[in-house]
């Protein structure tokens, strides 16, 4: 493999590694919270982080503080925080309409 190939691949990595960060971290903060910053996003990294959420089983208490203090927050307590598809809709629907939401997560389940 060629170092540009190389070099494609670990960046690559590394991007898919910080979608799944922020969608863990969305998660965790919730909707009405996450709504402004998937607002903010272009389509391209709304899918990424939806397709993320989707794939997300629970998140336990240490990958919650974990994450957290990533982003610079203090952890919330509580229950552990379940991702899957109905997450990310709930994430979608607070930031975009009904309609746009689902096709969000449509896009995000075709990758």
Do not use: K, W
């Not at 690559?12 to 965790?28: H, P």
């Amino acid at each position: 493999m060629s170092d540009a190939a190389t070099r494609g691949f670990v960046r690559g990595t590394e991007r898919d590694r910080g979608f799944e960060q922020v969608a863990r971290f969305l998660l965790l903060i919730g909707a009405e919270r996450s709504a402004p910053v998937l607002n903010g996003l272009g389509e391209r990294e709304v899918v990424c982080i939806a397709r993320e959420v989707a794939a997300l089983g629970a998140i336990d208490e240490r990958e919650r503080r974990r994450t957290m203090e990533e982003f610079g927050y203090p952890a919330p307590g509580g229950s552990a925080t379940t991702g899957g598809p109905a997450a990310a809709l709930r994430l979608l629907r607070a930031a975009f309409a009904e309609e746009r939401a689902a096709a969000l997560l449509h896009a995000a389940r075709e990758e």
